[in-house]
Structure formats: C-alpha cells, structure tokens
C-alpha cells in the first residue's frame, strides 16, 4: 500500500502565502512524477503543477510565477510554495505520486486533500 498524506492547507487573505506539503510512504520503488491538482466548489479537478524524476517542473497559466514545486527525494515529499494568494486559488488541493511500487506494479496514488481557503 501507498499513502500520499497532503498538510498545510488553511485560510489565507488575498495576497498571503500558503505551504502545502505532500508525503508518500509505503511500498514505493519510485516516484516518476509527482503532482499537485485542485478542485474548487463546483468545477472539476485541475492540474496545478508537476514535477518529473530529472527535477523538470510544469505549472497551470493561472499559477506560473506564483506557485513553486520542489520535493525531496529522501523523504519523498513533495512542496507547493503558493504566494500572492487569489480568491479564485480557493480549493481542496490534491497531491497525485506516479511510478512504481516495490513489487514492479505501477503506481498512482492520491491524497485526501487539503483545503485552501483565500478570502479576506
């Protein structure tokens, strides 16, 4: 079994900063990609920004220059630095692992969410 715990999420002002962190434990060989996604109220699940094995890191227009990816492969957790904070940033964020499991079987697992909440 895979376990991908999300923290940091809370309520933030317009223009605050936010820390979200994401760690994966269980049976992991490897994790190829990671990412964050978010859902807000009434709209479907959006890719947020990922981040591949060589360290490559690909973000959503609405969050380029804002939000920054980085991980630390020892503790195979992942962080989304979000800064300038918007309403329209208000979500449940979701951390996803892909790769593959110790037994060689592939994995892509989830977390439960954390959620943002941006208003003044």
């Known amino acids: 079994q895979v376990q991908l715990v999300e923290s940091g999420g809370g309520l933030v002002q317009p223009g605050g900063s936010l820390r979200l962190s994401c760690a994966a434990s269980g049976s992991i060989l490897s994790i190829n990609v990671w990412g964050w996604y978010r859902q807000a109220p009434g709209k479907e699940r959006e890719l947020v920004a990922t981040i591949i094995s060589g360290g490559t890191t690909n973000y959503a227009e609405s969050v380029k220059g804002r939000f920054i990816l980085s991980r630390n492969n020892t503790k195979n957790t992942v962080y989304l630095q979000m800064t300038s904070l918007k309403p329209e940033d208000t979500a449940v964020y979701y951390c996803?692992?892909?790769?593959?499991?110790?037994?060689?079987?592939?994995?892509?697992?989830w977390g439960k969410g954390t959620l943002v909440t941006v208003s003044s």
């Open positions: 996803n692992a892909k790769g593959f499991k110790r037994d060689y079987s592939g994995m892509n697992s």
